[in-house]
């Protein structure tokens, strides 16, 4: 075999494996919506039981597992358990659905027939059904009242077979009330209960041939449980206690699982939002914080720019005041130390303060000519002395100072 012909065939068998798992895959999910749609269920199955004693007083319990789909009645499969050890009718069931597990499922019972009163009477066919099961309730309450019996101690049933011809049951209320009462001990959900009239196997069995549901021969031997469970399938058979099982049934665990699977997506909805919103009011809770932080920082640095610049503003403030009434002393001497203010033939012989804010000069000069000069020589400064100076008094000296002329300048800074 050449390469391209391997490889050819292990693509086909790929192929053909894909095939088949998509075949299975289509007959799973067909399977699983043939008995109804997603969440409601028309498939509907219920276990027949009827107990069969023996002439030692044990017996056996039969089995039969019917299934309602579409119309149509089949019968599943069929059972059979002993009762021995002193074992009720439930606990045996008990037993069987632990096994089989029908737990879940609805159970009917076949009551045995020396435990049933069997009547017959016969109705014109023309009545309409309400008003010939009120006849026959009538008739089964005188039939119970001529034997001497309690009627209302009694639950009756009727069914109609042929044209006129109505079959009565009638079993005691405290009977079918402890059965119920076992059943429900054991967990288990008992449907209904009902009573075989003895001698309607054959017209039974052609009856439910012509329905489609067709008995072999040892399927026969469990007619009593197979018509227990069709009583509560179908609205027809003596049921004495109970009720039929819906036509259409809620899928409880699919609506379930689906409440469940949308509260989980509601929920991780909501919380992935909150999540968001928490983890975005977080981010601005930060970048506010941030925000404050540098705030506040920075309102430090004015306080403390602020102090600074009052401690300076009361520095300043104090130092105008100190040297608001002291005079530049150093100042003017320097000023008077300039060379521009050098003049030959003048000299200083003292320096004052006036309460005039004015600095007095006192002093001589050689000659009027000298103190001119030195008068002039004022304007070269006066940054220092913006007003100028000004001669207040002049006089020729006396005795040893004769040869000089005495002044008095007084100049503003």
Known sequence: MSGREGAAEAQGRL????????????QRWSGGLMGGSWLWEERRRVI???????????????????????????LVRTAVERLDGGLTLAEAAAMRAQREGWYELDFAVCL???????????????????EWREAAHWELDARLTDEGLEADAYAMACQREGAGRVVLAAAERD??????????????????ITALPPG???????????????????????MPAIAAAKSV??????????????GRRLRCRRLAALCCTVTFFVLFATAFFDMRAYLEAKRDYQQEEQAFLVLQREEKVMQLTGRLQQKIRARDAKAAAVMGAAV??????????????QTEGVWLRSILLRSDKKVELCGAALSYAALSAFLQSFEADRAFFPQGPVLEASEEGKDAEKNSIAFRISVGI
Do not use: N
């Open 48 to 74: 027949g039981i009827v107990h069969i004693p023996s002439e030692r007083g044990d017996g056996k319990v039969l089995f039969a597992e019917l299934l309602a789909e579409h119309g149509t009645l089949v």
């Open 233 to 246: 399938l179908q609205e027809d058979g003596l049921r004495l206690w109970g009720s039929a099982v819906q």
């Open 200 to 222: 309607t196997a054959a017209a039974m069995t052609a009856s439910w041939d012509g329905q489609g549901l067709v008995l072999t021969e040892a399927q026969r031997a469990f």
């Open 175 to 192: 009977l079918l009330a402890r059965l119920a009462e076992d059943f429900r001990e054991q967990g288990l959900s008992l449907r209904g």
């Open 112 to 130: 045995p027939a020396e435990q049933v009163c069997f009547y017959e009477t016969e109705l014109p066919p023309h009545m309409e059904a309400a």
């Open 15 to 26: 192929l053909e494996s894909l095939s088949k798992l998509r075949q299975r895959f289509e």
């Open 328 to 341: 530049p002393w150093y100042s003017v001497m320097v000023h008077l130390g300039r060379p521009e203010l």
